[in-house]
């Protein structure tokens, strides 16, 4: 499926959040949820890439790219371009090397998902263990 690069750019005005080091699940939520409309298969890895040389009934494969892979691949390389543009610097080190915009959604969760976990984990820790003056929180929630 071939999507016309306007229609692409055309996302970064409603990708309104930038991922930084504490923002993933909300980051990660809009980004999704913005996508899941155009072509978030290639970020979930169930856009499976058309085979990328054309094969010969005579000849076997040749060298020649099909035109499906060529059209997936440019999609791919815009929406990659779509996920740079909503990050920040220090992200973008995360998927420095991906050549899809799959492996970069896979980098990008291994590493910010689990500092989003612990930081959940970490302000619950924190919640329970208040007090205001000798009391615990517990007291005060319903």
């Known amino acids: 499926m071939t999507v016309n690069s306007?229609?692409?750019?055309g996302l970064l005005g409603m990708l309104t959040i930038h991922l930084n080091y504490d923002n993933f699940v909300?980051?990660?939520?809009q980004f999704q949820s913005v996508l899941q409309g155009y072509l978030f298969d290639h970020f979930d890895g169930s856009s499976v890439f058309p085979s990328k040389c054309v094969i010969d009934t005579e000849l076997g494969v040749t060298t020649e790219v099909t035109d499906a892979y060529k059209n997936w691949n440019q999609t791919?390389?815009?929406?990659?371009?779509v996920l740079?543009?909503?990050?920040?610097?220090?992200?973008?080190?995360?998927?420095?090397g991906s050549k899809t915009s799959v492996e970069a959604w896979t980098h990008l969760q291994d590493?910010?998902?689990?500092?989003?976990?612990a930081r959940v984990n970490h302000l619950k820790t924190e919640f329970h263990t208040m007090h205001k003056d000798v009391d615990s929180i517990e007291k005060y929630l319903l």
Request: no cysteine; proline share 3%.
């Open 6 to 9: 306007p229609k692409i750019e």
């Open 26 to 29: 909300k980051w990660s939520f």
């Open 76 to 81: 791919d390389k815009a929406l990659l371009s």
């Open 84 to 96: 740079i543009a909503t990050l920040f610097d220090d992200a973008i080190e995360y998927f420095v």
């Open 111 to 117: 590493r910010y998902a689990i500092v989003s976990r």
